[in-house]
């Protein structure tokens, strides 16, 4: 295991488009977490996942987006209606219950919404 | 909403010369971490303090923690041009409930060689 994958690595989308991105945990994690950063400032948690079960998301998610774990494996991150605003870098995170304070992160989706 | 603030928001130093980055924060913690961040990459974890402790080290790493002044600090010594990096805290509140770290805006470290 390579660690934690983010596919895409680069999106260009026009203002209006849905957008789906990929995260691939380290296989033994339980835990994933999806942040957004913008340009200059540290991650913004968005969604917590335990396991399939979606357990805290912030206010920043809006009803554009919606975020899944369907079999506690990977996760999806969806974008609806994409805005200007939305453009980011999105980071996906994962740890395990017997190493909770042991996060690994991937190398980020970025999104540019023109 | 971020946590804290880190301060300063940006360093230049020569190599070989020490770099220290603050990091305050606004809530009760169960640890903090400091991460780097190399351009357009995502985050690597460098080092966790838990709430009871004062200071750890790790290689050329030095973190010390202040709770009742709610901030901590990361000291690199000896820089390379390599340490070139953002680099961020985040805070641990998960005794709370809260199960996601807090990060800070970051300090965008430039060792010049």
């Known amino acids: 295991d390579t660690g934690v994958s983010q596919d895409p690595r680069h999106k260009i989308t026009k203002r209006g488009q849905n957008v789906t991105f990929r995260c691939d945990p380290i296989?033994?994690?339980?835990?994933l977490y999806w942040y957004r950063q913008t340009l200059g400032q540290g991650p913004e948690f968005l969604t917590y996942?335990?396991?399939?079960?979606?357990?805290?998301k912030s206010r920043l998610l809006s009803d554009r987006f919606s975020a899944e774990r369907p079999k506690g494996s990977f996760s999806t991150l969806e974008i609806q209606r994409t805005e200007q605003g939305d453009s980011a870098m999105y980071l996906c995170?994962?740890?395990?219950?017997?190493?909770?304070?042991?996060?690994?992160f991937g190398s980020g989706t970025r999104l540019t919404v023109v | 909403s971020q946590q804290g603030e880190e301060d300063p928001q940006a360093l230049s130093i020569q190599e070989g010369e020490n770099a220290t980055m603050n990091c305050s924060y606004k809530t009760s913690i169960n640890n903090l971490q400091w991460y780097r961040q190399n351009s357009g990459r995502g985050l690597v974890h460098l080092i966790l303090?838990?709430?009871?402790?004062r200071e750890k080290h790790s290689g050329r790493l030095r973190v010390t923690l202040d709770t009742s002044k709610k901030s901590s600090s990361l000291l690199i010594t000896a820089s390379r041009a390599a340490d070139t990096a953002s680099y961020f805290c985040a805070t641990d509140a998960s005794d709370t409930g809260r199960r996601a770290l807090t990060f800070g805006s970051g300090t965008r470290l430039q060792v010049q060689p």
């Open positions: 995170a994962s740890s395990s219950d017997r190493t909770p304070y042991g996060y690994t």
């Open positions: 996942f335990q396991n399939e079960a979606q357990l805290e």
């Open positions: 296989s033994e994690h339980n835990r």
């Open positions: 303090i838990r709430s009871n402790e």
